[in-house]
Nanobody, 126 residues
Framework: QVQLVESGGGLVQAGGSLRLSCVASGRTFSSYAMGWFRQAPGKEREFVAAISWSGRNTYYADSVKGRFTASRDNAKNTVYLQMSSLKPEDTAVYYC???????????????????WGQGTQVTVSS
């Protein structure tokens, strides 16, 4: 079992930056690919970014490409999402998730992730 706890959300003005963190419990964290998703009010949860177990491979949604960067520190059991040039449409609850499948392919759909955090609110004001 893996438990995930996100932090780092908050209120920021458009154009600003935030860094989200997701700390995982369990010794198997370094084996798992990790993903970031977000859910805005009244909308479905959507894929944001994914990062391989080593951190060498990443994949981003088109809407955040060039603005968001996923990274991880396996020694700290932590994955990060650096968000820059934030827009009001980035406002959402952000979730991290763990994929225990050991697949070489980075997953972009929710059903392929096995563990989820409780989410952290990001609000971008215009």
């Amino acid at each position: 079992q893996v438990q995930l706890v996100e932090s780092g959300g908050g209120l920021v003005q458009a154009g600003g930056s935030l860094r989200l963190s997701c700390v995982a419990s369990g010794r198997t964290f370094s084996s798992y690919a990790m993903g970031w998703f977000r859910q805005a009010p009244g909308k479905e949860r959507e894929f944001v970014a994914a990062i391989s177990w080593s951190g060498r491979n990443t994949y981003y949604a088109d809407s955040v490409k060039g603005r968001f960067t996923a990274s991880r520190d396996n020694a700290k059991n932590t994955v990060y999402l650096q968000m820059s040039s934030l827009k009001p449409e980035d406002t959402a609850v952000y979730y991290c998730a763990a994929d225990r499948s050991l697949s070489q392919r980075l997953a972009i759909v929710m059903r392929e992730y096995d563990y989820w955090g409780q989410g952290t609110q990001v609000t971008v004001s215009s």
